[in-house]
């Protein structure tokens, strides 16, 4: 079973706004990671956010985690039509990199230019 | 090599048949996954190595998924006798053994049992 989910499941914005997406897991986590994933290709890793970690910027990506909530968020700030793809909250099983991901359902995003 | 390679790209398998997928991973990446997306889906974890040595096999959905990654660093993963049920994309992922490092996936192989 999943242990993220993400929510929306699907969001349509116009170039140039703002793209929030949500995901929420149930156990506790030493992590949490999000990935890209363009239609068709594998996955492209994102961003990891410590669970002793409130916030973290990459880029035009700010992800936030909220562990009293069991929940984070991934903002995308000034989306481009390049940006459409499903993006996937992911939690592994222990803190090492040996260690299997569990993936929620994804939101897939679409920006139109 | 740069990232992580997987073939074939696409497969078309009759019922009945066996397949057999593989994956290089980074040179140098200790840790190798296979995991199994289905069509609008998240990817479900199927296996995982730590160099040669299959550590974690709990997610292969019955007896006719095997893995294997017998120098630690190419995989093959194999279905036998494979049922309609079996089609999906199937991702092999490597990472470094290292604490708050994420995963390089491959771009898959998509497989289509008709």
């Known amino acids: 079973s999943q242990q993220g989910e993400e929510d929306p499941q699907a969001l349509s914005i116009q170039e140039g706004e703002n793209a929030t997406m949500n995901c929420s897991y149930k156990t506790s986590i030493n992590n949490l990671q999000w990935y890209r994933q363009n239609s068709g290709r594998g996955l492209v890793h994102l961003i990891l956010?410590?669970?002793?970690?409130r916030e973290k910027h990459s880029g035009r990506l700010r992800v936030t985690l909220d562990t009293s909530k069991k929940s984070s968020s991934l903002l995308i700030t000034a989306s481009r039509a390049a940006d459409t793809a499903s993006y996937f909250c992911a939690t592994p099983k222990t803190e090492t990199s040996g260690s299997r991901l569990t993936f929620g359902e994804g939101t897939q995003l679409t920006v139109n230019p | 090599g740069a990232g992580v390679s997987q073939s074939p790209r696409y497969k078309v398998a009759k019922r009945g048949q066996d397949v057999a997928l593989r994956c290089d991973p980074i040179?140098?990446?200790?840790?190798l996954f296979w995991y199994q997306q289905a069509l609008g889906q998240g990817p479900e974890f199927l296996t995982y190595f730590q160099n040669e040595a299959q550590l974690d096999k709990s997610g292969l959905p019955s007896d006719r998924f095997f893995a294997e990654r017998p120098e630690g660093s190419v995989s093959t993963l194999k279905i036998q006798r494979t049922q309609q049920e079996d089609s999906a994309v199937y991702l092999c992922?490597?990472?470094?053994?290292?604490?708050?490092?994420?995963?390089?996936f491959g771009s898959g192989t998509r497989l289509t049992v008709v």
């Open positions: 956010i410590r669970s002793n970690e």
């Open positions: 040179s140098g990446h200790v840790s």
């Open positions: 992922a490597s990472s470094l053994a290292l604490r708050g490092h994420g995963y390089t």
